[in-house]
């Protein structure tokens, strides 16, 4: 009887912990810092050509993915 009660009590205990961690973190980010992450070098497609680069070398080593655009197929062939 002594168990059910330790077994209850902790399962109450551990639900109640899930449902109130399910609204996860509020994340904000404070105004003075905007700025720096709206700058041009924080953008990762600021280089036509590194974009192109990796795009090329991510899609011909990920063949079951699929290509980038809709004629081209995950096998490679065009």
């Known amino acids: 009887m002594k168990v059910k ?3 209850s009590l902790l399962g109450a205990i551990t639900v109640i912990f ?5 609204k996860g973190p509020k994340v904000t980010v404070d105004q ?7 700058d041009y070098l924080m953008r990762k497609d600021r280089d ?8 090329h070398a991510f ?3 990920e063949a079951s993915r ?3 655009s809709i ?3 995950g096998c490679g062939c065009n």
Not at 18 to 22: E, K, R, V
Not at 32 to 38: E, N, S
Request: charged residues 20%; contains cysteine; hydrophobic residues 45%.
């Open 5 to 7: 009660k330790i077994l």
């Open 18 to 22: 899930f449902l109130s961690s399910c």
């Open 32 to 38: 003075m810092d905007r700025g720096f992450l709206a």
């Open 48 to 55: 036509d050509l590194s974009v192109m680069m990796f795009d």
């Open 59 to 61: 899609f011909s080593r």
């Open 66 to 68: 699929g290509g980038k």
């Open 71 to 73: 004629a081209s197929g």
